[in-house]
């Protein structure tokens, strides 16, 4: 199966979930099948776990989802067990394997030679971590963890390759406002304070 067939699957499922996307292909296939301001991307290989695991507790009655990779989980393999010791019920961590790194040259990752991301994740403490092979397999899953307010990980084995999709028309900073100003408006809640600058503010009148 294709990633980006997975992502067309469960784009319609999540609701207003959170989304934090790794970075490369995946991104732009996101956004292509669930365009939203709830969108985050992460330009950083390796964070989105860690990113996902501090939305999730500050937000605990929203859905957040992490879509991960292979390349970029194997880079930050220390969150898997602060995540399963914070378990936040409302955190669905998605890992694309496709054995390479995509966006960097196409080199092999470990998970080609035979590590398992799935049993690291339950060796750390994930109390749900499962494999899926097919698309209706991998839908399925997305649609437990989403009814089942526990952490889960949904492994999906994916064929290498990219959905041709156009580049999105922002860039990271103006992607971060956004989302922050998305859930400020969603949650009724004020994130940004910090006041303008004196030369923004106007000047008293007479």
Same mark, same amino acid.
């Given at each position: 199966m294709k990633r980006?067939?997975?992502l067309e699957a469960i784009a319609g499922e999540v609701g207003d979930a959170l989304a934090?996307?790794?970075?490369?292909?995946?991104?732009?296939?996101?956004?292509?099948?669930?365009?939203?301001?709830?969108?985050l991307m992460c330009k950083t290989l390796g964070l989105v776990s860690s990113i996902?695991?501090?939305?999730?507790?500050?937000? %605990?009655q929203r859905k957040v989802l992490a879509l991960d990779g292979d390349g970029a989980?194997?880079?930050?393999?220390?969150?898997? %067990?602060?995540?399963?010791?914070?378990?936040p %019920?409302?955190?669905?961590h998605i890992v694309f394997d496709n054995g390479i790194y995509e966006s960097s040259g196409a080199?092999?990752?470990?998970?080609?030679?035979?590590?398992?991301?799935?049993?690291?994740?339950?060796?750390a403490g994930y109390p749900h971590a499962t494999w899926t092979t097919t698309v209706d397999e991998f839908?399925?899953?997305?649609?437990?963890?989403?009814?089942?307010y526990a952490l889960s990980l949904i492994g999906a084995k994916v064929e290498p390759g990219r959905c041709p999709v156009p580049?999105?028309?922002?860039?990271?900073?103006?992607?971060?406002y956004r989302f922050i100003r998305y859930i400020e408006r969603s949650e009724g809640m004020k994130i940004l304070t910090r006041p303008l600058p004196a030369s923004y503010r106007r000047a008293p009148l007479g």
């Open positions: 980006y067939e997975c934090v996307t790794t970075a490369g292909a995946t991104t732009l296939e996101w956004n292509r099948f669930r365009p939203s301001d709830g969108n996902s695991l501090g939305i999730a507790l500050g937000l %605990p989980l194997l880079m930050n393999l220390c969150a898997l %067990p602060t995540i399963a010791w914070r378990r %019920p409302n955190f669905i080199r092999a990752t470990a998970t080609s030679a035979g590590a398992d991301l799935v049993e690291i994740a339950r060796g839908r399925k899953e997305v649609q437990a963890a989403l009814g089942r580049p999105l028309e922002l860039d990271e900073v103006e992607n971060k």
